[in-house]
């Protein structure tokens, strides 16, 4: 089944304007949540909570069935997309990674996802890509650069890394193996095979300990409920109509949204350096996904 036609573009461009205010949010939400647990293990319960909400839905109006390798595609899909991203991305704000910084290393996913897709897929990049990968490298670096001096930076600036790889990764996989599936459904076997993964790190390393607070509840709530389910249902929805291209389109808003959130949520400083940071690297997603 071919994706829906595209109805309205103001429609798209707006469910990709929020979807980044979404996943913005979700950066800013993990430093609150993060004070009542391990990295994995807020991993965990979010995958477990999200899956159980998404279960429900499903229960009551059960989506239409789905063969057994579609489903086994989702899976492997929501293992590099959200167990392997959220895995790394948690683990390595919990060693000192800024939300802010976080943000903006993820916002590179557009840029790293067309460079994978020529040297895995055989897809022609354009001429803008590596201009526009090379300015958001510049921009991430003129960030991050001050803070690797600083002990035990290096392991979260890593971890980092590891996250854009495993989300470019996941969109790649998901892209080649794309299949007609229920959204929820699709969503559902991400969320449990990511679970599945990360639950025996989570008891191995950190004994699955969770200490409930008003800060680390409400992060975690709004992880679930905000993040890991509006957000994510928004974005495959958008990708059903047929709007991947809108939602690049606006990718490069994340790391400035992000920033401004954390600024005013968490109180980060936000100088020159990172201000025009910021700009080099949001431009440079800009760039880098001109046709």
């Not at 980044?20 to 994995?40: H, R």
């Not at 991993?43 to 909400?53: D, H, K, P, T």
């Not at 960030?143 to 996941?170: E, K, R």
Request: hydrophobic fraction near 55%; proline fraction near 5%; include cysteine.
């Amino acid at each position: 089944m071919s994706p829906t036609p595209l109805h309205d573009p103001r429609t798209d461009t707006g469910g990709g304007l929020l979807f980044v205010v979404l996943w913005s949010s979700g950066y800013i939400a993990v430093d609150f949540a993060l004070t009542g647990g391990g990295a994995f293990t807020l991993a965990v319960l979010r995958f477990f909570g999200a899956g159980l909400i998404i279960g429900l839905w499903l229960a009551l109006r059960p989506a239409a069935p789905a063969h057994r390798r579609a489903l086994l595609h989702a899976a492997i899909a929501g293992v590099l997309l959200q167990g392997g991203f959220f895995g790394f991305t948690y683990a390595g704000m919990q060693t000192g990674v800024p939300a802010a910084a976080a943000g903006l290393i993820a916002g590179l996913m557009p840029l790293v996802t067309a460079l994978g897709a020529a040297l895995l897929l055989g897809e022609r990049l354009t001429r803008w890509t590596l201009p526009g990968l090379a300015l958001g490298l510049a921009g991430v670096l003129l960030v991050i650069g001050p803070q690797l001096t600083a002990p035990g930076s290096l392991l979260g600036y890593t971890l980092m890394a590891c996250a854009l790889l495993s989300l470019s990764g996941g969109t790649l996989y998901q892209k080649r193996h794309n299949t007609a599936m229920d959204a929820r459904l699709s969503l559902l076997m991400q969320l449990l095979a990511s679970g599945a993964v990360l639950l025996p790190i989570a008891l191995w390393v950190e004994d699955l300990r969770y200490t409930p607070g008003v800060a680390a509840v409400g992060g975690l709530l709004w992880i679930i409920l905000v993040n890991a389910c509006a957000g994510l249902l928004l974005y495959l929805w958008l990708l059903r109509r047929g709007a991947a291209a809108r939602v690049a389109g606006v990718f490069y808003l994340v790391p400035p949204v992000t920033a401004v959130m954390a600024a005013l949520v968490l109180g980060n400083d936000f100088g020159w350096r990172e201000t025009a940071g910021f700009g080099l690297a949001a431009a440079g997603v800009w760039v880098g996904l001109r046709h």
